[in-house]
């Protein structure tokens, strides 16, 4: 292995399905509210692009070299979680 790697997992999923996701496992009521494009470039400047856009980081380079995630699916990997 050489250069750099995407610490991802392969499931790409938005905050809001996280959040949703996460309340389903925590058995949590959910509600997302949206907040303002206009409040988060006032808040963040520049950076509000990556949060208002997001950014799709690829897993494809370390799944090519044998890398095998424990969990590929977030609902697995945050079900392990709640469960210790």
Same mark, same amino acid.
């Given at each position: +292995?050489?250069?750099? /790697?995407?610490?991802?997992? $392969?499931?790409?999923?938005? =905050? #809001?399905?996280? *959040?949703?996701?996460?309340?389903?496992?925590?058995? #949590? $009521? &959910?509600?997302? *509210? =949206?907040? $303002?494009?206009?409040? +988060? #470039?006032?808040?963040? !400047? %520049?950076? @509000? %692009?990556?949060?208002?856009? !997001? @950014?799709?980081?690829?897993?494809?380079?370390?799944?090519? @070299? !044998? /890398?095998? &995630?424990?969990? @590929?699916?977030?609902?697995?990997?945050?079900?392990?979680?709640?469960?210790?």
């Amino acid at each position: +292995m050489e250069g750099a /790697y995407n610490a991802v997992a $392969p499931d790409h999923r938005t =905050n #809001k399905e996280f *959040t949703r996701i996460l309340a389903h496992i925590l058995k #949590k $009521p &959910f509600w997302f *509210t =949206n907040v $303002p494009v206009i409040v +988060m #470039k006032l808040m963040f !400047g %520049e950076m @509000s %692009e990556i949060l208002l856009k !997001g @950014s799709r980081v690829s897993a494809d380079k370390i799944i090519g @070299s !044998g /890398y095998k &995630f424990q969990f @590929s699916e977030l609902e697995n990997a945050l079900t392990d979680i709640s469960l210790k």
